[in-house]
Structure formats: C-alpha cells, structure tokens
C-alpha cells in the first residue's frame, strides 16, 4: 500500500477501490472524495480536500456530534477535551449523542462477508471514523494478520478474531511493521507498529495557560491544545460563565453557544441602575434607563441629579434691579427651590438671553413728582400738571388712573439717556387729549449732544381732536430721526406742551426709552393677524351673551367683513403662545363707531392666570365717526410678566346698547431674543443651605438679561428674573 507522510500522521490513500482509515480530524485539507465521510464531523468536502464548516451557531454544524461554533467555524468535540451532557464518547474518539451506536457502524454481511474480501468494495456506511485501519483489523476482506481463520462471517466483517465490533485496539495482525500507523489514541505519540500491533509513546497534558474555563487535551502529534469548558466564554483573556453580563455593559454577555471569545448582544436584559424609579432595558446593545414618575410615592418625582424620588420644588428665580454695585457690572440672583431641597444645585440649570432695555419707564404709578423721576422741568407759568388723571380715560372708564394730565400751561421737561452699547433706541407714550384745539400743542425734541434743534421729531398741532379721549401709542425711532442717538452717551429728550384752551386738556402715560443690539433683539416679528376675511373667526372663541355679527349690518361700513355690535353685547377669546418672545408684546386692531353713546364700549384686555387686565377702552367717539382708525397697546409695558408666556389669552368685548361699535384686522406681534452668552457670563449656584442658591451674572455691558432657570429640564419649574445693567 502506498502512504503519505506528513509530520508524523500516516494518511491512507484510496487505492484500487479501497478506502482506508484516516484521523481527519488531525490535519484541515485532507485528500477526500466527494462524500463528506471521508472528513472529520466538522468539516466538508470541497475541491477533494477537508475543509471546517462555516456556522453561525451550533445547529449549523450537524446534531450526531457535540459541535461548537467558534469564530464562524465549526469544531466537534473530541473526549480528550470532555463530551457534555446528553453525549458519550464513542470509540473513534468523538463525542456522539448517547443511544447511538459508540463504535463504528457493524457492517454486517455487506462490510466484506468472510475474510476473502470485500463485498461492496468498501465501508457500507461511508468509512472507518476512528482513525484506525478497520474494525478490529482488515477482516473486512484482507488476511488478518497472515492467518486465515476464515473467518467466521461474523456480522460485525472481522469474525472471532478478537477485533470484536467496537472499534477497539488491534489484536495481533492489524499494521505491518514496514508501514506507519496510528494508535487511535491522541495521547501518544511516536506510533509504531510492534508485532502486528500500533502502539505509541504516552504522554500527558496539563492545564498550561492557568485559566479556569479552559481543559488541557492532546493533539496527537506530541502537542497540547486547550479547550472551553462547557458553558464559559473566554473574553479578553478573562473566563466568563453563560449569562455573566459585561461590566459596565449589562446589555452584553457572555453567550457560548453563539460566540463563546466575544460579547453577544442581548437587548431582551434589563441591567438596573442605582433609581428605583427607572424603567430599565437595552436597545442596540446599550443600555437604557427611563425616568418614571409613576414609580414615587404620590406627589414626588424621578429626578436622576436629585438622587431618585423627590417632591418638585416650586421654584423662584429673584433678581436686583441693577449690578451689585452702582455703576459696576455683575449682580446676584437668588434661586429658591424651596424648603427640603437643600443639596440639589446640581438639578439647576440657568440660561441667558439679551432683551430690550428700559433705560427709562415712567408710568407715573403713585403721581410722583417729574423732578424726583430724574426730569428737568420748566415751568413758566407755575402750573404743575395733574395726577391722577379725571375718570373716563385709561382702560378703565370708570376709574381716574396715575396719568399726567395738563390743562392752562406751558411746559417743557426734559433729560440726559445714555444709549452705549446700543444701536436700537426708541421712545415711546401713551398720548390722549379732550378738545385740544390749533392753538394747543404737543411736541418732541431730540438732542444728540449738540443740544435741543428748532425742529421737533414729532407734533400735534391742535391734538388729536379724532381720537378725543381715547389713547393712542406713540413711538418714534430716535436712530432713524438722527443716527448719532445711537451709542451715545448724551441723547437728550425734551417734551414742550402748550395747552390753553379752555377746557382743553392733554394726557401722557407710560413714557418709556428702550434700546437694544439688533444682534440680539429682532422686532416686530409677527405671532398672528385675523382681518376676518369671510367672516371667519380662525381660532377667535365666541362668547355671549349674544352672537358677534359679521358682516356690517348698517351704516357706510355696510357689508364690509368686520366684527360689529349692534344694540348687543359679545366677548371673543384667543389663546397665543408668545413663549419665544421676550419682549414688546404689542396687539393692534382697528376701531370706530356708528350713533354710539356714552353707555357703548369696546375692551381690550388680556389674562396670564391671575385673570383678566384691561389694556384699552373706548369712550364715545373713536377716531372720525364710520372711519376706522388703527390703535396698538404694548402689553409688555403694561404687564411685563406677559413676556415669555406659553398661554397668553386675549380678549376683545364690545357692548353697545344704543349705538353700534365696529372692530377689525386683530394682530398681535413682539421681539424675539438670541442668547446672551457672549455679553453674560452667568456662573454656577453656590449653595448656601436650605434649598437656596444664588447665581453670579456678569456683563461688561449695559444691558438687560433675562435669566431662564429651570430644575431637572422641567418645563413645569420653569422661572425667570431679569438683570439690568448699567442704569
């Protein structure tokens, strides 16, 4: 018989029609016929040599051998190594699943009949699999040894010569001492052939690398090899058990039957967290933990930088009227979460925004004096104006508010505003009049430090007789009337009254000088506009007690689509979100009237919670009778907290008992603010106990911040207080 030597493995060959014995388990790429009997259990036949099995899992690899699926390739298991629960270990030195046939197939009457030879020309079942030359020697056709017992036709093709049917060691006759051989065994080594008999050198092998999860075998060629205990991983050098979780990973674990050298995902686990109150799971292999109210106790929340289940601080933000010193940059703002909430800062989170500045707001509140409220005043007549004004003027009819009222005077007052580090400046009022006639008057002036000009940037010759008794806003662009009011320390602004008439009077209110960087203030950005085009009211909610009519039913309106009230009452409702703005929340419409009486009246009012505030009234005649006239009211400088509002509801009322009052194009606009992070620096809490904190704002600039603090990202504690600096 001819033989290949390779390394110290005796490989038989197929030679005239007879298959020989081989240990493929030995070497990858052996010589193999088409049939996949000719490799080892977890290799396949391609291209004529023994390749392993690719696999993904074990299931991949075959179920009549204890398989593995290690790196993408299939290993069956030998008993060196140990066979795992439900398999045994057969006589070719394979594991096999219990209950099958350990040795080799017991060819019977087809494996070679007597010793004269092979029936079949070979194996019935595909080959010898215990890498030995047949079953109990070549009684499967050959000689046995030179004797010739004849055999005795035994079912198992070896007769009674001893070879018996399991597979088992050579009885005297089953290797030619001229030829290699293979023991079977792979803890032996130097295999000869003694007397008929293939016998090898013992050796041993121990656990040589020191890990746990690891079982020392032999390879047959003198050598040692490690094998995975049955349920480990070996992950970075490190022994795992099945199921052991990554540390720091508990989406990731240790899974041997799918990858036993890497971490297998595994998204169905729910690694916890150091909260009771979170819901735990993996996605994609990561883990996550999402926060749950519904876990604390009845009236606390899940707060993670709280430590876990707390009560939800209503919190206040408080905020000086200036820097904290006069003249200098920087204040302090005090954050109050309230009592039981010492040690949570870290919740805190605090923001800015650049706003408009006020760097004057006179609303005359309590009739203070204009020289105590900083004004020069010039009186030549000694006459010093009323306050508070007479009733039947201001959004409420009925009530003589804090306005300045003046009748029988010449008066001029003026003062100094510094506008640095502002390229928006403008002064706005509220200006209303009773019978002002050509010889009366109302004018502004405007100094850039040159000192007051002849010409004014505004006037009213004679009043606005139209709008008698009714306010109007006045604003005027200083920038736009003369360039240099812009970062300028000395912007004068004069008011020169002249009211002589008798029974003439003027009104002023709410005299406010604002400035700001159009770099980080943006007016006049619309939120909505209704000119109720077909009658609609879009989202406008109608209330009683009677219909809104639309469209006009009577006079030289008639037919026209706008609100009216006729000989009835209504109410109309909007709810607006102005959170994104920060400031000059401004609401426009146009107004007039048909036959109206002193009864009749149109309201504009509005309501953040606390309930409604009017911001507007009519009394008698608005503007020339049938004509509509355009009015505007800057809420924000009626109510500042309107600022910011996520639910701010408008209301428009109109009761006309005798006469008709008509209302049209419903608008409302306001600023919108960019952060202020290159102006403020704003620095983190310092906790002084008890659930207070105070925040440092700085800004080498005279501005105002609009400080948003809010603890844990809830929307729901949400505060805000705002700085001014530099006036």
Sequence with gaps: MARLLVGSVVVALVLGGCRCGFDAGKLDELVCSSSEDDCAPDQDCEGGVCVRRECSDADDCGSEHEFRCQEALCHASRCEVGCGAGFVCADDGWCRVAGLDAGLPDAGEDAGSKDGGPEDGGLS??????????????????????????????????????????????????????????????CTSGDVCRDGSCEGTPYECTDGDGLSCTVAGCDGLGGCTNGLEDGTCLIDGVCRTAGETRPGNGCEECNPAVAPFVWTVDDSNEPPDAFDCTRDSCAGGQPVHTVDDALCPDGEVCSLCAGGCVALPAMIVDCPAGPTEPGEPGATCTVDLGPGSAGQAACLSCESVVGITALVRDTFEGCPDLQDLGWTVTDEWDNPPDCPAEAQLGPDPDIAEDQLSFENLDLTFDRTVDTRDFDSVRLCFDYADRSMDLADSVAVYLSTGGGFGIAPIWADWGGPGEQDRNWVTVCLDLVESNPAAADNAQVGIRFDLSVWGLGDRAFLDNIVVEAWDSGHV???????????????????????????????????????????????????????????????????????????????????????????????????????????????????????????????????????????LLVDDLWLAGATCESGDDVFDVGEPLDVGGGTYELVVSSPEQSTAHLRCTWDGRSETVARGSVAFGN
């Design 522 to 660: 943006t007016v006049g950005v619309p939120v909505f506009s209704n000119d109720f085009t077909g009658c609609d009211l879009g989202e406008w909610i109608e209330g009683g007690p009677d219909p809104v009519q639309c469209p006009v039913t009577d006079g030289p309106n008639q037919g026209e689509d706008a609100l009216e009230a006729d000989n009835a009452t209504w109410t109309i409702t909007r709810a607006t979100d102005v959170s994104a703005i920060c400031d000059d929340v401004r609401f426009g419409f146009r107004h007039t009237t048909h036959n109206p009486d002193a009864r009749d009246r149109t309201t504009i009012a509005f309501d953040r919670g606390p309930g409604p505030v009017a911001a507007w009234a009519s009394y008698r005649e608005t503007g020339l009778e049938e004509a509509f006239t355009a009015f505007e009211v800057n809420l924000s400088n009626v109510d500042p907290n309107v600022r910011f509002q996520p639910e701010l509801d408008l209301l428009v009322t109109q009761a006309a008992r005798d006469g008709t």
């Design 125 to 186: 079942d595909g080959g010898v699999a215990d890498a030995g030359l047949g079953d109990a020697g070549l009684d499967g056709g050959a000689p046995d040894g030179g004797d010739e017992d004849g055999g005795d036709g035994g079912d198992d093709g070896g007769g009674d010569d001893g070879g018996g049917d399991d597979g088992g060691p050579p009885d005297g006759g089953t290797c030619v001492e001229s030829e290699g051989c293979d023991d079977g065994t792979l």
